[in-house]
């Protein structure tokens, strides 16, 4: 390399693309999970709605590094199933166990 050659850089989007945008492009959260963005975007998005909660400001980093946080806590998946289906069940059984809570909550006032 000489010091005559110039060189270029060209700037990317973000993971996701701006702000909120995760919703419309899975892409990030699909590719961490292994998972396929048209069959299991139903999965993607409950996984991404438990996430972010009420929070306004979430980005996909943020979503990225909870999954990841869970995911480390749950170990590896047994041969059969899928990161994206161990995540998703995990979510589920929390989202019930909230429910009940609330229930049992209501009932002691």
Not at 43 to 60: N, V, Y
Not at 86 to 108: F, N, P
């Amino acid at each position: 390399m000489g010091g005559d050659e110039a060189v270029t850089v060209e700037f990317k989007t973000p993971i996701g693309g701006s702000l909120g945008s995760f919703v419309h492009d899975n892409s990030p959260l699909a590719g961490f999970l292994h998972a396929d963005r048209s069959s299991d975007l139903d999965k993607l998005s409950t996984i991404a709605d438990f996430f972010r909660g009420d929070q306004k400001e979430f980005t996909d980093i943020d979503l990225l590094q909870a999954v990841r946080h869970i995911e480390a806590r749950l170990g590896t998946p047994t041969i059969n199933e899928r990161r994206v289906d161990q995540v998703l069940r995990y979510v589920t059984i929390q989202k019930q166990m909230d429910s009940l809570e609330k229930e049992r909550d209501a009932l002691l006032r």
